[in-house]
């Protein structure tokens, strides 16, 4: 089965760093863009962090200088290296990956309703909850 296995999320305080990864299962990432979006409560569906297939990298305003994205071909992994967390990174993170490219920096929908082969992906995580609270 082609899926997305994301993993690393939890609860930290203020200050604290966490490290989300996404492994591909039976397929590659080879001629794709992957990265991650997330949406918490109230929000919409944004993307925080993409590596294009041509390796150049895409940050949300709000995470540059916090998140370092990654991804390691020989492994079908992408990462995301969260440090300096905020409450307002609170939120569901899921894994995306599109042959397309990532057009649309918000999505149209929540995040949860997306599946793969829609919204212009074709994979899609089931999500992994990052909390910030003290």
């Known amino acids: 089965e082609e899926q997305l296995v994301e993993s690393g999320g939890g609860s930290v305080q203020p200050g604290g760093s966490l490290r989300l990864s996404c492994t591909a299962s039976?397929?590659?990432?080879?001629?794709?863009?992957m990265g991650w979006y997330r949406q918490a409560p109230g929000n919409e569906c944004d993307l925080v962090s993409g590596?294009?297939?041509?390796?150049?990298?895409y940050y949300a305003d709000s995470v540059k200088d916090r998140f370092t994205i990654s991804q390691e071909n020989a492994y079908n992994t992408v990462s995301l290296q969260m440090n300096s967390l905020k409450p307002e990174d609170t939120a569901v993170y899921y894994c995306?990956?599109?042959?397309?490219?990532?057009?649309?920096?918000?999505?149209?929908?929540?995040?949860?309703?997306?599946?793969?082969?829609?919204?212009?992906?074709?994979?899609w995580g089931k999500g992994t909850l990052v909390t910030i609270s003290s």
């Open positions: 590596v294009r297939r041509d390796g150049t990298i």
């Open positions: 995306a990956v599109t042959r397309g490219g990532f057009r649309i920096l918000r999505l149209n929908a929540p995040c949860s309703h997306v599946e793969a082969g829609s919204y212009g992906m074709d994979y």
């Open positions: 039976g397929f590659t990432f080879d001629d794709s863009d």
